[in-house]
């Protein structure tokens, strides 16, 4: 799936405000807890541009690392990204991890930054991505606790609806799908998978160096710009200012940031190994 559904297909995210430099403090958090040793192959999902990709290749020097998203334009940036990079063991595929026909009993770890929320059928899903790991493979994913418990999500609905709280609720995909621990142990739990954990993670998201930097990249967040067209245009202009006045309040000599929690789950695939190795159309 897509990395971060908030946002565009055609972004940048290493823009001063964008997707890596976002999450640069949970993505220190998740490759730490991957402990990528270095003949590992391993599998990114909604891998975005690719940067955690490229992070498990450099650390899996013998091994290899394969990245898919469900966004095209994200890919051929990866790709680009990858070729500047020299790195040689790493690939990427435009593929939805919930179908995508991935070498069976290949990877020892599957990753994700914030890039399982969004499936159809999760359960699906999970056991596509588990029958990829080898038997006891590792799976390590970073995913959004509640939006009440994330003060970027609150701030900024609180901000472009004002008085009228109805414009809050949103009908795209929810980036809090996994939010409830119990909803991801039943999941995975059916998916295959066992000796499920969860850590709680307390790092900020930064949103730019400045205000308009920060401004430009909240405003092509998918809710953002759900909540916005709502509004009439006098309407729109009152909320982008009151959206500025949240920024600056947040304005730190770190730039523009805002609290969030994550949980950051891991599992271990069961199986054995008189399963199929078969090749598919995964690397």
Not at 111 to 122: A, E, H, Q
Not at 241 to 254: K, V
């Amino acid at each position: 799936m897509k990395a971060d559904d908030r946002r565009s297909e055609s972004e940048d995210t290493l823009a001063p405000g964008g997707y890596d430099a976002e999450l640069r403090d949970h993505t220190r958090v998740l490759l730490c807890a991957c402990d990528i040793q270095p003949d590992d192959h391993v599998v990114d999902i909604g891998c975005g541009a690719g940067q955690t990709t490229r992070e498990a290749a450099r650390a899996a020097r013998t091994g290899s690392a394969y990245g898919v998203d469900i966004s095209a334009p994200a890919i051929a940036r990866a790709r680009d990204l990858a070729r500047v990079a020299s790195l040689e063991n790493l690939t990427f595929d435009h593929a939805d991890a919930q179908v995508h026909r991935f070498r069976q009993g290949h990877f020892d770890l599957a990753i994700s930054r914030f890039g399982t929320m969004f499936f159809d059928d999760p359960i699906a899903a999970f056991a596509n991505i588990g029958r990829a790991l080898r038997p006891a493979g590792r799976l390590v994913m970073v995913v959004w606790q509640s939006g009440e418990r994330n003060e970027w999500d609150v701030a900024i609905r609180r901000a472009l609806a004002g008085s009228d709280r109805a414009l809050t609720a949103t009908t795209g995909p929810d980036p809090f799908a996994l939010a409830d621990p119990s909803t991801v142990r039943r999941v995975l739990d059916a998916a295959g998978f066992v000796d499920i954990t969860f850590a709680d993670v307390d790092e900020p998201v930064h949103y730019g160096p400045d205000v308009d930097t920060a401004l430009d990249w909240v405003r092509g967040f998918s809710c953002t710009g759900e909540i916005s067209r709502r509004l009439a245009p006098d309407a729109a202009a009152r909320a982008t200012q009151r959206l500025r006045r949240e920024l600056s309040a947040h304005l730190t000599d770190d730039g523009v940031r805002f609290d969030s929690r994550a949980w950051l789950v891991t599992a271990r695939r069961v199986g054995d190994h008189r399963e199929s190795t078969g090749h598919a159309d995964g690397p």
